[in-house]
């Protein structure tokens, strides 16, 4: 054991060229696994914040539709007896939901006959999220209000 020093066999890989590269070459593929999971760490990460960044413009608009809107259009468009009185169409329906985005941006900010302007109120992005959320209430026709005020 003595007769043979450690050394030679340190000294017989170091001098094993390809042995040393496939050593590299662990070496290299482990940082690459170690930044691959980082990049999965960091990714879920940033996908989670997007999450609940998204998160809370809708629910902010939820909020902005029951506290503003609800009392003429109920809780999901459908229409409440105040809107009825005041011929408010289903926003759920055809009529409502063919209209662009810009349209409705338009009436929701700036009004229409018995509908209040709420341009002082809301910021266009903020209009914006609650035309996602009026998009968001569109159901088939049967599930659609029978209360017979939507505009035919
Ligand atoms: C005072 C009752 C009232 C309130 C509050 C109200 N609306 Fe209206 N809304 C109306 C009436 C009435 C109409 C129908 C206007 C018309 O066609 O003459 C209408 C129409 C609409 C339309 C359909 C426009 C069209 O012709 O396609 C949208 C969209 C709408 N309202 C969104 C909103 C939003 C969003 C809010 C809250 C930020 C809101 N409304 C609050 C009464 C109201």
Redesign the pocket.
Known sequence: MRGEPPARHFGAFGRDKPISSVQDLIVITGKKIVGALLLVIAGSVICYSQQTALRGPVAEAEK??QT??S???AEHGEGSE??AS????D?RSP??QK?SDAQ?HQ??KNG?????M?GRDFSDPQIDR?IEL?RSFAAPPSQQSQAGFAPQ
């Open positions: 902005t539709f503003r809107c009392t003429c259009h105040v809107g005041l011929n408010v169409p926003l009529f409502v209209s409705l009436i929701i229409k006959g018995n509908m209040p709420f609650i009026i």
